[in-house]
């Protein structure tokens, strides 16, 4: 791989995961349930629950709409790199937008 190949990362919904195991993906979804020590699940835009599984435990609360980068480490998890959550205006509008 390639520094160039490394530094792609690829727009996936649920469905999608396990085409891309073991490769870097990014992801959006509502955070569901309560977020628990280095692991908070997602409901993806698709439907579909994924788990993600961070490299240190939380340090600040998570809620609401998510971008997550990671490994897709199987069919309905990832490893995750990076997340962003989004202030509650933006997320407000963010299912208006999804067919």
Same mark, same amino acid.
């Given at each position: ?6 530094? !792609?990362?690829? &727009?996936?919904?649920?469905? &999608? *995961? /396990?085409? #891309?195991?073991?490769? %870097?993906?990014? @992801? #959006? $979804?509502?955070?569901? $349930? ?5 692991? !908070?699940? +997602? @409901?993806?835009?698709?439907?579909? *629950?994924?788990? +993600?599984? *961070?490299?240190?435990? &939380?340090?600040? /609360? +998570?809620?609401? *709409? %998510?971008? %997550?980068?990671?490994? %897709?480490?199987?069919?309905?998890? @990832? @490893?995750?790199? =990076? =997340?962003?959550? #989004?202030?509650?205006? +933006? ?5 208006? #937008?999804?067919?």
């Amino acid at each position: 791989m390639t520094a160039d190949e490394s530094s !792609f990362r690829v &727009l996936v919904n649920g469905s &999608l *995961l /396990p085409q #891309f195991v073991g490769k %870097v993906v990014t @992801i #959006f $979804g509502t955070v569901n $349930g309560t977020p628990r020590g280095s692991m !908070f699940d +997602i @409901i993806t835009t698709d439907k579909h *629950l994924v788990s +993600i599984t *961070l490299r240190k435990p &939380l340090s600040e /609360p +998570i809620a609401g *709409l %998510v971008e %997550v980068h990671g490994i %897709v480490k199987n069919k309905d998890s @990832i @490893i995750c790199n =990076y =997340y962003m959550m #989004f202030p509650p205006d +933006i997320a407000s509008t963010y299912g208006k #937008f999804i067919y």
